[in-house]
């Protein structure tokens, strides 16, 4: 049985609508990254449909040991946290903390708990019930859903969506809904694995962003910003800098190795796994 039974389809691209998709071999289950001819970005057709996938998202599994998903998310909590520590560092170095955070994706709130020190009030969205709750056992305040669970009137100085947009369906209604939940002046963060990066280059069809059917767009720098650009309130669009920590255990299991004991939970940082893009909003 396959982990994500459901209807699957074809589409154009989400980015700028043109249907001319170029085939470059990337292939596995049924599911096939594509270049688009008119405007270069990489996306899934075939894809699963959207609703399809959101079901797999609520799993209750879905973070830990289920067949989709992530094999043991609680075991990356120290990578995870010392990658957003840092990120957290160069947020405030370039004046995008302070005052509210809203986390679309949060996961099990990790980022909102070591956001802690950086903002004064802090709150979440996950699709997974198991996932929103362990959010909110770390202090968070947390909703079900995506962005549009999020209550009315609810604005914030910053809204940060990290590696979620990979996964988002319709890109453009995506930032402009994560838009209006920004206060103006206020910063939209975005981030997601670099299709750019030289690893990709590198690694060839074993990228781990390669990841079928829950990544159905892949960014790089210039399709990133593109999309971020094409929010009518975006005074201002600069990369940030993204360091990415991972467990030697992950690592030496992408490439097909065993790492050792006493070296499997430590970190490796990895420089250009993702690319980032943070927009201030009027």
């Not at 990658?83 to 990790?110: I, K, N, P, Q, W």
């Not at 079900?144 to 369906?169: K, N, Q």
């Not at 990544?215 to 940030?240: C, I, K, N, Q, T």
Request: proline share 6%; charged share 25%.
């Amino acid at each position: 049985m396959s982990a994500f039974p459901g209807a699957r389809e074809e589409c154009a691209c989400p980015l700028c609508g043109a249907d001319r998709p170029v085939r470059a071999g990337y292939r596995a289950d049924g599911f096939e990254a594509v270049r688009c001819g008119a405007c270069g970005a990489w996306y899934l057709s075939p894809r699963l449909t959207e609703e399809a996938m959101l079901q797999a998202y609520a799993r209750d599994d879905y973070f830990e040991g289920g067949e989709s998903g992530y094999a043991a998310y609680a075991a990356q909590e120290r990578s995870l946290r010392g990658t957003f520590g840092r990120l957290l560092r160069e947020m405030r170095g370039r004046g995008m903390a302070g005052g509210s955070l809203l986390d679309v994706g949060c996961g099990y709130g990790y980022l909102l708990e070591e956001a802690a020190g950086f903002f004064d009030a802090r709150a979440g969205t996950d699709f997974s019930p198991a996932a929103a709750e362990e959010a909110r056992r770390r202090g968070a305040e947390v909703w079900i859903g995506g962005v549009e669970a999020v209550p009315a009137g609810r604005a914030f100085d910053c809204v940060t969506a990290l590696h979620v947009v990979e996964h988002v369906y319709h890109p453009h209604d995506f930032v402009r809904a994560l838009a209006e939940r920004v206060r103006p002046g206020g910063w939209l963060v975005l981030a997601a694995p670099d299709m750019g990066s030289f690893w990709r280059k590198a690694m060839g069809r074993r990228w781990p962003s390669w990841k079928f059917p829950e990544h159905v767009m892949f960014y790089d720098r210039e399709s990133l910003g593109r999309l971020v650009r094409s929010l009518p309130r975006a005074a201002e669009v600069r990369p940030l800098p993204y360091p990415h920590a991972f467990p030697v255990s992950e690592v030496a299991a992408k490439l097909g190795m065993r790492a050792p004991g006493f070296l499997a939970a430590r970190n490796l940082w990895l420089p250009a796994t993702t690319v980032a893009v943070a927009a201030r909003l009027s």
